[in-house]
């Protein structure tokens, strides 16, 4: 399925395998001035490609490698002669695909590998210029892209929602928040996820600020009780009971032991919690 709703001079294009009403597997990519930011996944590709037949598009930009970001990139290249643009770390990664779990194969589907180029510092459009953020912590070739003059912050996969109880094992929850605090200070006036029926954010700086304190406020839980010798599935358990229902979907993908373990990993800046929202 696949559904357009317009905000300001923004197309947000939600697009599923699934009718409508199951929204834990939208995705949803942004059209803006003939930029498209992400193209989704593999099972909706040719939607998207016909769905863009009569409007204008030059460039699509990948947040980043995952799956559900990059799987049109081929097919609009070839349909439209656009050019595909990542953070340089993204590059080997959206060319050659990682194996997908089963789940992701059922509702993503294989992306065909595609030839990206390092985005730079900044995307320009006729009407519009777009300043790119890394933002490492979902994964590390993270971006989000910026629209200053409006306030737009398209945020790919980096707000979830404002309390997450589950993580990719790649994710790491202090990196999360750093990005979150650098996009928050930009002072976006509207802000466009792409995940799982994830709504357009106006007005987002107290959203974020909201799960920038609720992610410390976690994080400082979880230290605390790793401080005191319990093991990560303690702590989930402590923390979040039993397991959420989607791990054993997603073969421990996404997990609230994982969401624990990120919040673990070496080299975290622990001064992120000092520092302050
Ligand atoms: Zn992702």
């Given at each position: 399925m696949l559904a357009a709703t317009e905000h300001e001079q923004v197309t947000q294009i939600r697009m599923s395998r699934y009718p409508e009403a199951q929204p834990g597997t939208r995705v949803s990519v942004y059209l803006v001035d003939g930029l498209l930011i992400d193209s989704g996944q593999a099972h909706t590709a040719e939607e998207l490609t016909d769905f863009l037949k009569d409007r204008e598009i030059r460039t699509v930009v990948n947040t980043h490698y995952h799956e559900d970001h990059i799987s049109a990139n081929v097919l609009l290249k070839e349909r439209y002669g656009v050019e595909l643009l990542a953070h340089p770390l993204a590059i080997n990664r959206i060319n050659q695909p990682a194996t997908l779990y089963p789940y992701q194969e059922e509702v993503w589907g294989y992306p065909i590998p595609s030839q990206v180029k390092d985005i730079g510092d900044s995307v320009t459009t006729p009407h519009f210029h777009f300043e790119v953020i890394h933002t490492p912590g979902h994964c590390d070739d993270h971006i989000c892209l910026f629209e200053r003059k409006h306030g737009w912050l398209?945020?790919?996969?980096?707000?979830?929602?404002?309390?997450?109880n589950v993580a990719r094992?790649?994710?790491?929850?202090?990196?999360?928040?750093?990005?979150?605090?650098?996009?928050?200070d930009l002072m976006p006036r509207a802000l466009f996820p792409a995940p799982r029926g994830a709504k357009v954010v106006t007005d987002p700086v107290p959203v974020l600020e909201k799960t920038i304190r609720h992610l410390e406020d976690l994080g400082r839980r979880v230290t605390g009780l790793n401080d005191k010798g319990l093991s990560p599935v303690e702590i989930r358990q402590k923390i979040f009971g039993d397991e959420a229902p989607l791990a054993e979907f997603t073969q421990q993908q996404f997990s609230s032991e994982n969401l624990v373990k990120s919040y673990l990993k070496t080299g975290k800046p622990r001064d992120v919690i000092t520092t302050g929202a």
């Amino acid at each position: 399925m696949l559904a357009a709703t317009e905000h300001e001079q923004v197309t947000q294009i939600r697009m599923s395998r699934y009718p409508e009403a199951q929204p834990g597997t939208r995705v949803s990519v942004y059209l803006v001035d003939g930029l498209l930011i992400d193209s989704g996944q593999a099972h909706t590709a040719e939607e998207l490609t016909d769905f863009l037949k009569d409007r204008e598009i030059r460039t699509v930009v990948n947040t980043h490698y995952h799956e559900d970001h990059i799987s049109a990139n081929v097919l609009l290249k070839e349909r439209y002669g656009v050019e595909l643009l990542a953070h340089p770390l993204a590059i080997n990664r959206i060319n050659q695909p990682a194996t997908l779990y089963p789940y992701q194969e059922e509702v993503w589907g294989y992306p065909i590998p595609s030839q990206v180029k390092d985005i730079g510092d900044s995307v320009t459009t006729p009407h519009f210029h777009f300043e790119v953020i890394h933002t490492p912590g979902h994964c590390d070739d993270h971006i989000c892209l910026f629209e200053r003059k409006h306030g737009w912050l398209f945020s790919g996969d980096l707000f979830v929602g404002t309390r997450p109880n589950v993580a990719r094992p790649e994710e790491n929850q202090w990196q999360i928040i750093a990005s979150l605090k650098k996009v928050k200070d930009l002072m976006p006036r509207a802000l466009f996820p792409a995940p799982r029926g994830a709504k357009v954010v106006t007005d987002p700086v107290p959203v974020l600020e909201k799960t920038i304190r609720h992610l410390e406020d976690l994080g400082r839980r979880v230290t605390g009780l790793n401080d005191k010798g319990l093991s990560p599935v303690e702590i989930r358990q402590k923390i979040f009971g039993d397991e959420a229902p989607l791990a054993e979907f997603t073969q421990q993908q996404f997990s609230s032991e994982n969401l624990v373990k990120s919040y673990l990993k070496t080299g975290k800046p622990r001064d992120v919690i000092t520092t302050g929202a």
